[in-house]
């Protein structure tokens, strides 16, 4: 069986942080730490201990994950550089033993057509598809960004966007991505969305990707979390982004809610579940309901109910 390595070199300070983001992809990971190997472990071990580990780099360490050809490794490839660029961390990420050219293409064997929740199916943009009546057909090109409708956090999600969509609703898209979730709000009947990512390169393809899909009413920005988000009251509010990310912006999210508000945060491991629960009972949303798949949650909020 053929594996694809993602490699993630830190600074020793924040190998906790990156470990955190990796066992999100996967519990087995590859972690190499040599801060600790100093002349006194050689005298001890010295047998056992290369001289190289002795020499090597004592600031920076790497954590690995290896992706199996059955799985997607582009979805998991997007998630990290997604969560390290939301924790503003200074990481290398590679993919080993793949070259560029391979790379850009051969992810795309992954992505067939999928349906997420009654109504939205998601088509890759390479894809043929002829939709069913009441079907409504989603065109994704991920590129560089992460989301395109198979990780379970992003159908989570999907799913209770349409149901708790409404016709005409402003909806306010936190760590989009690629989009995936604005075009969706759209296409089931927003008036508007505002999506937003801290990278620059998802926000490039969220705008593209709503282009392809002909949503003129998906306005897309760069944004540190709420930080540059336009200051309104949106009828539903999602975020699928990470459990630590979530319980941080969690104080915020009044600002931009209205009695009533639906807020949907997905990207969560389970057993993080309780945690993001004790943040949002800070505020004046109220938890009203929760969905799971393989170790992941998507917990449901509305504003207002206290």
Known sequence: MNYTQ?????????????????????????????????????????????????????????VSVFISEERNPEEALYFIRERIAA??????????????????????????????????????????????DNELTLIMDPGMAFGAGTHETTRLVMTQIEKYIKPGCTVLDVGTGSGILSIA???LGASSVNAYDIDPTAVRIARENAEI????????????????????????????IVADIIIRMSKDLRKFSHDGTVFIASGILTERREEVLEAMKKTPFVFISEEEENGWCVLIFRCGLR
Do not use: Q
């Open 87 to 132: 924790d503003k961390l200074d990481c290398d990420v590679k993919i080993i033993n793949v070259s560029d050219e391979d790379w850009a293409n051969s992810w795309k064997k992954y992505y067939h057509p999928i349906k997420v929740g009654e109504r939205v199916v998601i088509v890759p943009a390479w894809e043929k598809y002829e939709k069913k």
């Open 185 to 187: 709000a759209s296409l």
């Open 6 to 62: 993602i490699k993630v070199t830190c600074d020793t300070k924040d190998l906790d942080t990156v470990s955190a983001v990796m066992s999100m992809i996967d519990n087995g990971l590859m972690i190499e730490d040599y801060s600790d190997i100093n002349e006194t472990f050689k005298d001890v071990y010295a047998d056992l201990i290369d001289d190289t580990l002795i020499e090597a780099d004592k600031s920076h360490a790497a």
């Open 213 to 240: 899909n002909k949503c003129g009413n998906i306005k897309v920005g760069v944004s540190d979390l709420l930080s540059g988000v336009e200051c309104k009251e949106y009828d539903l509010i999602c975020a699928n």
